[in-house]
């Protein structure tokens, strides 16, 4: 299969509980194409719910803290869905511990992008990470 | 009073029978002669007495040999008091000793308890020793009831054994007693008793416990600020962004300089937070205690500050032979590490830098103190006394949080060691870092 050109629609799942830093995301992943489509969640149970009605999803993006609770939580239920158990997920947090990676990692993440201290730097990475996650699911 | 030998010859059966066969020999022979003569007597006494004397060659050999001269009764006397005032003694300090001793004999039963056993544990000795079974298996805390019956067997592992065990009290309290328990056997090796020397640690556990329980707590706070603080801060920079980005061109001058203002605020925000973040890390992190050679330590922070060095064209000497000490390599680098870098930092413009780092003779040779002499900036003395708090900055005029020097000190206290400043302004700074001095190594002693 070849690589996706921009003409392709990609479906994106977007989850954080903080508007600002949404946002922040948000204006990142539009970057990446004008015809991206961007489902937006910002708590558990919105997110475990567009993931239950969508017909389409190419990638989800998760914040790692959600409201107190752990995204992991929404990570589960994207790897128990038939159709959507496959797709490359990123992790995103603040925080960056290791033991945090270590643990989104051993659950089936395929990614963790830091809110790094430059937001600019934290846009350019998450971008760089998405793309390169798109680029391998179509080869 | 000496023994007469004569009464120890005498009492030698062998001489007596000696002496009474040669009498009725010699008399048998005289009666033949003339058996009322009182020279036949006589004679047969004088040759019966040579017999007997004779046949007790041996014992008069030994009564007579220099190499067992009789013991006097004082000396006797004199030792076995001597003994009973050591085993009063003895008895003393067990009684009075605050821990508990017991003994078990051979069949594992428990023969004596002395008396602060009854302090321990609530109940009476009598009531301990009259038991068929062990009493402590009674009250030791169910979960360390293998670690107890392992002891037990002591007299046929025939090995020390300590440990750490939970007992309840009479009261119903829940204690904390360390024992040791040692067989003890006869010169020709057979198991006479086992000994068991137990103390109260409860105190020891439970400050023990709390400090854990603080630790976790530090834990919890450094996470909370770790991402909680951090949140917002990324937040005010994302948002500061987004409005230049989508209206920057048509910000006027004064509201681009608000929105630098932000920026830097949320800079330093987020550098305060690290700070606080690197300081309670070096709080929480436990300690390994290891020989770590000053001279390495020394030249890999040398090494990473080479580009430093070279810019401000700094001159670092250090001294031939630093000593070997005692604590973390990681703490000891950071240590050193951010000496030497504030020595770059606050340098004095001049002049050319020049630090110097040599170990300063000690009194006590346990302790090792290496000194960082710099012709720096220096520090206003007013300045000196809090210089080790967080956020305390000796001079201004240099980007800094202050933590730095707060960090050393929390590092030396962890290593058991200490950090001490020496400073004159505008003539320069030299710290002190005393740590715990190595063992000579063979080699070393063999120089």
Known sequence: ?????????????????????????????????????????????PAMQAIRNATRL??????????????????DEVR???????????????????????????????????????????????????????????? | MYYSPLVTILDHPRTVRGLLAGCALIFVAALGFNPLSWTTLICALILGTVCGLYLARSSLTKLLSPSSPPRPLAEMHREQAEARTTLQQYASLVDNLAAAVVIRNEAGKIVYCSPYTEVLTGYARTEMESRTDDFFLQIVHEEDREKLQRALQINISGEPFQFRCRYFHKSG?????????????????????????TIDVTATVRS?????????????????VSHDLKAPIFTLKGMVGVIKEDLGATLPADAVETFQHIDRAAQRLEQLVGSILEYSRVSIQETKSEEVELDQVLNDVLNDFTVQRESCKATIEVASRLPRVVGERIKIYQIFSNLIGNALKYRDAGRPLRIEISEKPQRFSRVAQIAV??????????????????????????????IGLAC???????????????SELGVGTEFLVTLRRAAPSLSTLCE
């Open chain 1, 1 to 45: 299969m070849s690589a996706r050109d921009d003409s392709t629609e990609l479906m994106i799942l977007a989850v954080d509980d903080d508007p600002a830093h949404l946002q922040i995301t948000l204006r990142a992943l539009r970057k990446l194409s004008p015809k991206i489509t961007i489902l937006q969640a910002t708590g558990i149970s």
């Open chain 1, 58 to 75: 190419d990638l989800c993006c998760i914040d790692l803290n959600l409201d107190g609770c752990s995204g992991l939580t929404v990570l």
């Open chain 1, 80 to 139: 128990k869905h038939p159709h959507f158990a496959r797709i490359p997920v990123v992790m995103v947090s603040t925080s960056c511990l290791e033991l945090e990676q270590a643990e989104c990692r051993a659950r089936g993440a395929s990614r963790f992008v830091h809110k790094a201290e430059n937001p600019r730097c934290y846009q350019e990475a998450l971008i760089a990470v998405v793309r390169e996650l798109i680029s391998t699911k179509c080869d």
């Open chain 2, 173 to 197: 309290i829940e204690m904390w007693y360390e024992t040791r328990t040692v067989p003890v056997h006869s010169k020709g090796g057979t198991f006479l008793f086992s000994l068991s020397i």
């Open chain 2, 208 to 224: 023990q416990k709390q400090l854990e329980e603080r630790n976790k707590d530090l834990q919890d706070f450094t996470y909370m």
């Open chain 2, 373 to 402: 002499k710099d012709n720096g900036s220096g520090i206003a003395p007013e300045k000196v006394p809090a210089l080790f708090r967080p956020f305390q900055r000796g001079a201004t005029h240099v980007e800094g949080l202050g």
């Open chain 2, 408 to 422: 050393v000190k929390k590092l030396a206290d962890k290593l058991g060691g200490k950090v001490e400043v020496q």
